[in-house]
C-alpha cells in the first residue's frame, strides 16, 4: 500500500484535488460545529454584501440568512449525493456487467440492450422524471442519479469479464467444481474492478452536477441545503446581489476540480502499478 | 455509398428492440406515479366531483388495466400520435415540432463551437506536450469541465448582458420585432450567442482534453518516428500525421455526447428562457403533465439514436476501414 501513496504524492494535480477535497470534506463535516448558526435562520439584515459585516463574512441573502453558513451545509448535500450516487452506479454496473459478460448468450443480449436503452435517454432526463415521480427526497434523487450512471461501469464491467472468464484461473476454479456464481463473484468479479474504478471521479464529479441542475431546478431535497438551490434563490437578485449565485457556483466549480484532480492522481497512481506488476 | 446504406439498415434494426425497452421503461416510470392524467386535469380545472373523474377515465380509457393502456399508447406512437398535453391542451406532436428546431440549434451550435474550437486548442496543447501553454490549457479545460453549464449562463449574463449591455439576457428573439429574412435570423443568432456559449463550453474542454490525450498517444507511434526520419517539419507531422489520426474518436465521442448534451439543453433553455424541446421536459414536470414528459423522454431516445446513426457513418466515411472488412468476408 505503502508505494502507491508515494506515487500518488508524486502527481502534484493528485496532491492539489485531494487537498481541495479534503478541505471541503473536512468543511462539510465539522463546519456545522464551528458555525453553529442554523442555515435557515434569519440572522441578519438582508443582502450584506461579502466582506462587509465581520459576524457574515460571506454576506447575508434576501431573507438574512448567513450566506458562508448555507454554503457549508450545501457542501454537505452535495458531497453526498455525489459520493452515495457513484456508489450505487458503480455497484449496480459491476454487477449487471460481470453477469451478463459472464453468462453470456441471451442473458447477455438482453442485458445490454438494457444498457443500451439507458444509455440513449438523457441521464439528466431520466433524473428529472424520477425524482417528478418518486418526489423529491434524498434517496430517490440517489437513485435517480445513479440510474443514468450505471452504464459506463457495466460496460467496462463486462469487457473486463469478457477476458478475464477465459483465463487460467477461473477455468481451474470450474475443473475444481466450484459453482458458477461462486466463479463469477469470488473470482472474476474482484479482478474486473479496478479499470471500473477508475470511473469513480467522473461518475461522482456528473452526480454532484446533476444534483445541482436538479436543484437549480427546484427538484432538490426539499429538506436540505444545496448549491443549486442558492444559485436558484440568488438568480432573481442577479442585478443588485451577484454575489448570492456566484459564491455557491464556485463552490461547485472547486468540489468538482478537486474530484476531478484527486481521481486523475489516483489513476495514473494505480495505473503505473499497474504496468510493474 | 452502398457501405453507408447497410450500415444504416444494421442500426436501425438493432435500434427497434432498444426504443421498445424505452417505451416500456417510461411507461412503467409513469405507473408508479402516484395519480393519473385526469387527477393532474382537475387540479388545474381547480377541482371537480368524483363522477367526473370517473367519466373522464372513461373516455381516456383510464379505466382499463395496465396491459390494455400499454397498448393503446404504443399503438398510437406506431401512428406518430404523442398523446395530448395536459399543460397545453394541445396534440404534444404538434409542441415537440414547434420547439424541436430551437433546441437543435442550439445544440448544433454548441456541437460546432466545441468541435472546432476544442479540437484546435487540443492540437495547440498536443503539439508541444509539457509546455507551458499545454499546462495552461489543461488547468483551463479541467476547470471548465468542472463548471455547471447553468451557472456559466448566469455568469455570462451578468458579464454580457447586465454590466457591457451587449446581448440580450433571454428569449430566442425579440418579441413583436417585426423582423423578417437576414434581420431576423441575426437577431436570433445574438440570442443565442451566451446559451450556445453556456452548453457547449465544457464539450470544449472534453474535446481539447480527448485531443490531447490522443495526441499522446499517436506521438508513440512508429510512423511518427518514421516521419521525424524523414526529416518533416514539425507542422507538418503534427498537422498530417499527429493530429489527424487522434480527430477519428472525437467523432464518436460526438455521437456518446448526443445523450448528455440534451440533458444539458433541459437547464440552459430554462435559464435563457427559450421556447425549446429540453424546456419541455421541465415544464412538462412543473405542470405533472405526464403523458408530455413521456413523450419527451421518447422523442429524445429517437433524437439519439438518429445523431448516433449520423456520426456512424460520417466515421465510416472518413475511416475507409469501418464495414469494409465485413463487405470482403461477405
Known amino acids: 500500500m505503502k508505494p502507491l501513496i508515494r506515487r500518488f504524492v508524486s502527481s502534484p494535480e493528485g496532491v492539489a484535488g485531494a487537498l481541495l477535497l479534503l478541505s471541503l470534506v473536512l468543511a462539510a463535516v465539522l463546519g456545522p460545529f464551528i458555525l453553529s448558526g442554523d442555515p435557515a435562520a434569519l440572522v441578519g439584515r438582508p443582502l450584506l454584501p461579502p466582506f462587509a459585516d465581520a459576524s457574515f463574512p ?12 448555507r454554503l457549508v451545509y450545501g457542501s454537505q448535500a452535495s458531497l453526498t449525493v455525489g459520493f452515495a450516487s457513484a456508489v450505487v452506479a458503480i455497484v449496480v454496473g459491476t454487477l449487471v456487467g460481470t453477469v451478463a459478460g459472464f453468462a453470456g448468450g441471451l442473458v447477455d443480449e438482453g442485458l445490454m440492450r438494457i444498457v443500451d436503452a439507458f444509455q440513449i435517454v438523457p441521464g439528466f432526463l431520466l433524473a428529472l422524471a424520477f425524482v417528478s415521480v418518486a418526489g423529491p427526497s434524498l434517496a430517490v434523487i440517489v437513485l435517480a442519479i445513479g440510474l443514468g450512471a450505471w ?98 457556483g464556485l463552490g461547485l466549480v472547486s468540489a468538482v476540480v478537486g474530484i476531478y484532480l484527486f481521481g486523475e492522481g489516483l489513476v495514473e497512481a494505480l495505473s503505473i502499478r499497474g504496468r510493474r506488476l | 455509398m452502398h457501405r453507408a446504406w447497410r450500415l444504416t439498415k444494421r442500426r436501425l434494426v438493432a435500434s427497434i428492440p432498444v426504443l421498445a425497452i424505452v417505451i416500456l421503461g417510461t411507461f412503467l416510470l409513469m405507473e408508479l406515479a402516484p395519480g393519473d392524467a385526469v387527477d393532474a386535469y382537475l387540479v388545474s380545472l381547480g377541482g371537480g366531483d368524483s363522477r367526473l373523474a370517473d367519466d373522464l377515465r372513461q373516455s381516456y380509457g383510464l379505466d382499463q388495466s395496465a396491459l390494455s393502456r400499454l ?13 395530448w398535453s395536459i399543460v397545453f391542451n394541445r396534440p404534444i406532436l404538434d409542441i415537440v415540432l414547434e420547439r424541436l428546431p430551437n433546441t437543435l440549434w442550439l445544440m448544433g451550435a454548441a456541437t460546432a463551437l466545441a468541435f472546432t474550437l476544442g479540437s484546435l486548442l487540443g492540437i495547440l496543447a498536443g503539439a508541444w506536450p ?31 448582458s447586465v454590466q457591457l449591455r451587449w446581448l440580450p439576457t433571454s428569449g430566442i428573439e425579440t418579441i413583436a420585432s417585426g423582423k423578417v429574412g437576414i434581420a431576423r435570423a441575426l437577431d436570433i443568432a445574438r440570442h443565442l450567442v451566451l446559451p450556445v456559449a453556456s452548453l457547449g463550453f465544457i464539450y470544449l474542454a472534453l474535446f481539447l482534453r480527448m485531443m490531447r490525450a490522443g495526441m499522446g498517444e499517436v506521438w508513440r507511434q512508429d510512423f511518427v518516428l518514421a516521419a521525424k526520419a524523414k526529416g518533416l517539419s514539425r507542422r507538418r507531422i503534427v498537422v498530417h500525421h499527429v493530429a489527424r489520426n487522434a480527430l477519428l474518436p472525437l467523432v464518436t465521442m460526438l455521437g456518446l455526447q448526443a445523450a448528455t448534451m440534451l440533458g444539458g439543453s433541459v437547464v440552459i433553455e430554462s435559464v435563457f428562457a427559450i421556447p425549446g424541446f429540453g424546456r419541455l421536459a421541465q415544464e412538462a414536470v412543473a405542470g405533472r403533465d405526464a403523458p408530455l414528459l413521456m413523450a419527451v423522454i421518447i422523442v429524445s431516445a429517437v433524437l439519439v439514436i438518429i445523431v448516433n446513426l449520423l456520426v456512424d457513418i460520417a466515421y465510416a466515411w472518413l475511416d475507409p476501414r469501418v464495414g469494409s472488412s465485413e463487405a470482403a468476408s461477405r
Open chain 1, 58 to 69: 460571506l454576506g447575508t441573502d434576501q431573507l438574512g440568512r448567513d450566506v458562508l453558513t
Open chain 1, 151 to 248: 452504464t459506463g461501469p457495466a460496460r467496462l464491467a463486462r469487457a473486463e469479464v469478457l477476458s478475464i472468464r477465459e483465463r487460467d484461473y477461473v477455468a481451474a476454479a470450474r475443473v475444481i467444481g466450484m459453482h458458477p456464481a461462486e466463479i463469477a463473484f469470488r473470482e472474476v468479479l474482484p479482478n474486473a474492478l479496478p479499470p471500473v474504478l477508475s470511473l469513480v471521479s467522473v461518475i461522482v464529479a456528473a452526480a454532484v452536477l446533476i444534483e445541482a441542475a436538479l436543484s437549480f431546478l427546484g427538484l432538490g431535497d426539499p429538506n436540505s441545503v444545496t448549491w443549486g438551490g442558492m444559485i436558484a434563490d440568488g438568480r432573481n437578485l442577479l442585478r443588485s446581489a451577484p454575489f448570492l449565485s456566484i459564491i455557491p
Open chain 2, 71 to 83: 397498448w393503446l399508447y404504443v399503438s398510437s406512437l406506431a401512428r406518430l400520435d404523442l398523446g
Open chain 2, 130 to 160: 509539457g509546455s507551458a501553454l499545454d499546462r495552461v490549457l489543461s488547468i483551463g479545460s479541467l476547470t471548465l469541465y468542472a463548471v455547471p453549464g447553468f451557472w456559466l449562463g448566469l455568469v455570462l449574463i451578468l458579464v454580457f
